[in-house]
């Protein structure tokens, strides 16, 4: 078996593997998830209740749509990593483990994809789908 | 809990192993995994990092909850009076609710591991303090957000 050398911080034996970058990235996540959340917690207050019209308003200002962009990314993001550690830690065998992150990773990426179309059609302002798809 | 499978025993058999007690390493060797859950007597860390656990879980449904909200408002006003019906009912003011909740346990949690990990409050005492502190924070943030919505006639019942 080929091994990389083995490394330790401060004692601490660091994965001869990419453990340590995925250990690093859920926290880097969750790091610029904290003010992330406090503002998508204000939004959603502020959104609650404003009915069609509310939201199609708060979605005319760039800053609230890029955020909110941002925002559902770095949790998918996030997500992903998490639900990851999960199934590493219950499903024991690599065919059905490899199954559901790739489910788990293939829902992620939906979500990535039409959460993006749908805001960036919403800041535009465009009209109501499905204007413009043929239907 | 026996480290060697007994002969004939197959449901100890880390070869065809579906009990999860066996993991196998990367050097191709079969190993028994730590004690599962109901080994362990309960304590607050124990209950707290369970929690973030669970509350990053159900979190995921918040996701796919936000791509629907998403999805109504972009098919226009119709679709989107469809979703708040639904959202705005007992039931689903309820789930949202269990998700708001979710979030500021999962928030509060998450700051705690974030202070855990930078090596800080790691003393039994510090660490039992912060578990409690995260858990009482993230039901009283829930609380006071629904109870603001409702006092500023936001949501109504």
Redesign the interface.
């Known amino acids: 078996m080929s091994r990389e050398a083995k490394a330790y911080i401060k004692g601490v034996k660091v994965s001869e593997r990419h453990g340590a970058e995925e250990w690093a990235a859920e926290r880097l996540s969750s790091l610029i998830l904290v003010p992330l959340t406090l503002w998508g917690l204000w939004a959603g207050f502020t959104l609650s209740g404003g009915g069609y019209e509310g939201a199609r308003d708060w979605f005319a200002s760039p800053v609230n749509a890029v955020l909110l962009a941002v925002t559902l990314l770095v949790s998918l993001w996030h997500m992903n990593m998490g639900l990851k550690v999960i199934v590493d830690d219950y499903i024991h065998r690599p065919g059905s483990r490899s199954a559901i992150l790739g489910l788990i990773g293939l829902l992620c990426l939906v979500i990535a994809a039409a959460g993006v179309f749908f805001i960036v059609r919403l800041a535009l302002g465009s009209a109501p789908l499905p204007a413009g798809f043929g239907i | 809990m026996s480290s060697s499978p007994l002969s004939g025993d197959t449901s100890n058999d880390p070869a065809d192993?579906?009990t999860?007690r066996?993991?196998?390493q990367?050097?191709g060797r079969p190993r028994p995994l730590s004690p599962h859950l109901q080994i362990w007597r309960w304590h607050v860390t124990m209950a707290a990092s369970i929690l973030n656990?669970m509350t990053?879980?159900a979190?995921?449904v918040g996701?796919?909850l936000?791509?629907l909200w998403?999805?109504a408002?972009?098919?226009?006003?119709d679709?989107?009076?469809t979703f708040?019906g639904w959202m705005g009912s007992p039931l689903g003011l309820l789930v949202w609710f269990g998700l708001?909740l979710a979030?500021f346990l999962h928030?509060a949690g998450?700051?705690r591991?974030?202070i855990w990990?930078a090596g800080a409050g790691l003393s039994l005492k510090t660490a039992d303090a912060l578990s409690w502190a995260s858990m009482i924070l993230g039901v009283v943030g829930a609380v006071a957000?629904w109870v603001?919505?409702f006092a500023s006639?936001?949501?109504?019942l």
């Open positions: 192993d579906q999860g066996f993991v196998r990367p050097n656990r990053g879980s979190l995921s996701a796919v936000i791509a998403l999805l408002l972009a098919f226009g006003p679709s989107y009076a708040t708001t979030l928030l998450g700051i591991h974030l990990d957000f603001l919505l006639g936001r949501v109504l």
